[in-house]
């Protein structure tokens, strides 16, 4: 079930997907003294993050954090870097307890994929803080995502939409730059989270938006996040640009 939440701008939206961010890290730390959650990177999360890292009633060294996918051979001080995004945007500002990042330029892929696997495999995933791509991707699983593997973490190939989605964004100079392939987190890892909130601002998710989270939106690899739908706690905040063809 996917409760959508709309606002006029990408501040109000994210400042509201923060608000309820923090709510549910609180309310694990008190129940469990510890949270483990994973985060995503991208444009649609600026605001988000921006906002999360300002809750400081948050334990932050009481929280575990994994996240969603990084390109294979870039270092982690590339400027398109998921780690160098995610360390200046969130892990450098608030002291997280335990980050175990994906390591994109490790020599050998499917090693890194069972390295990270296993460590997410031993733990509880309390939320997950995830986009939608302009193809309507979930992580990196561009279309059509594999919905059936069981591993965490899988090595992905990208497609030609959301290399152009990576470039027009500033990530890369050229089209010619952005990695062909990637490791993610599998559309099944994403679906066994506690709980979801799934921020996507902009119009030019607005079809996106609309292919896999309308009513009348079929649950199709073809459009990776209308999977969504079938997880009974998911949050999804838009602005009334990315949401304006619902």
């Known amino acids: 079930m996917v409760i959508i939440k709309i606002f006029q701008n990408k501040q109000e939206m994210g400042d509201a997907a923060a608000q309820m961010a923090a709510k549910i890290l609180q309310e694990v730390l008190q129940s469990k003294n510890k ?38 051979g870039l270092p982690a001080n590339h400027p ?3 780690r160098n995004y995610l360390k200046k945007r969130l892990v450098d ?12 330029d490790a020599p050998n892929p499917i090693y890194e994929c069972k390295r990270i696997s296993d460590l997410i495999s031993k733990r509880k995933i309390d939320v997950a803080f995830v986009g939608m791509g302009e193809n309507g991707h979930l992580a990196f ?6 919905f059936k593997t069981k591993e ?36 099944n890892e ?3 989270a506690k709980n979801i909130i ?41 602005d ?5 063809l619902l």
């Open 141 to 146: 699983n561009d279309p059509p995502a594999d």
């Open 80 to 82: 398109a870097s998921f």
């Open 35 to 72: 949270a483990c959650f994973i985060a995503a990177t991208g444009a649609s999360q600026f605001e988000f993050l921006d906002a999360l890292c300002n809750h400081d009633e948050i334990n932050w060294k009481k929280t575990e954090m994994f996240h969603l996918d990084e390109y294979l």
């Open 190 to 192: 994403i679906m066994r």
């Open 152 to 187: 965490p973490y899988i090595v992905v190939s990208l497609d030609a939409k959301c290399r152009k989605q990576q470039f027009n964004e500033g990530w890369f100079k050229s089209i010619e730059e952005v990695p062909k392939k990637a490791i993610t987190m599998s559309i």
């Open 240 to 244: 009334r640009y990315s949401s304006s």
């Open 93 to 104: 500002k608030v002291k997280l307890g335990k980050v175990f990042f994906i390591q994109g």
């Open 198 to 238: 799934c921020t996507c601002p902009d119009e030019r998710k607005a079809e996106a938006v609309r292919n896999c989270l309308s009513d009348k939106a079929k649950i199709s690899p073809e459009n990776p996040a209308s999977i969504l739908k079938n997880h009974p706690r998911v949050m999804c905040y838009l």
